[in-house]
């Protein structure tokens, strides 16, 4: 069973930071995003994770970019990274503002 790590909802199109992983000691596996359209038209998301302890967000630390979530769906991104001190960014944007929910899970 997987916990909540954290989730959003952006407003804007904006890439931002859903999760910064505060410990020094351990790491956290991401498992699995999931990326709901709560709009009557599809919707692009980004993903992204630096490596690097700055929160940069471009196509260079993307996962997964321009992925078309179908209007009022969802879509279940599997994945296995790991956030620690070095890498503690995990960053989302929606290509239309106010359309995309994200959550992720992980422990």
């Not at 020094?24 to 999931?34: F, L, W």
């Not at 994770?49 to 979530?69: G, M, Q, R």
């Not at 790991?82 to 359309?99: F, K, M, R």
Request: net charge negative; hydrophobic share 40%.
């Amino acid at each position: 069973m997987y916990k909540l790590l954290g989730q959003a909802s952006p407003e804007d199109t904006d890439a931002a930071t859903i999760i910064t992983w505060p410990r020094s000691d351990r790491g956290a596996t991401v498992r699995s995003i999931i990326v709901c359209n709560v709009t009557s038209s599809a919707a692009t998301c980004r993903i992204f994770h630096p490596a690097s302890t700055t929160a940069t967000y471009s196509t260079a630390t993307a996962l997964f970019y321009d992925v078309s979530i179908q209007a009022n769906g969802s879509t279940v991104i599997e994945l296995n990274i790991e956030l620690t001190s070095d890498a503690p960014y995990l960053g989302v944007q929606s290509g239309t503002a106010s359309a995309l929910t994200f959550s992720v899970y992980g422990g």
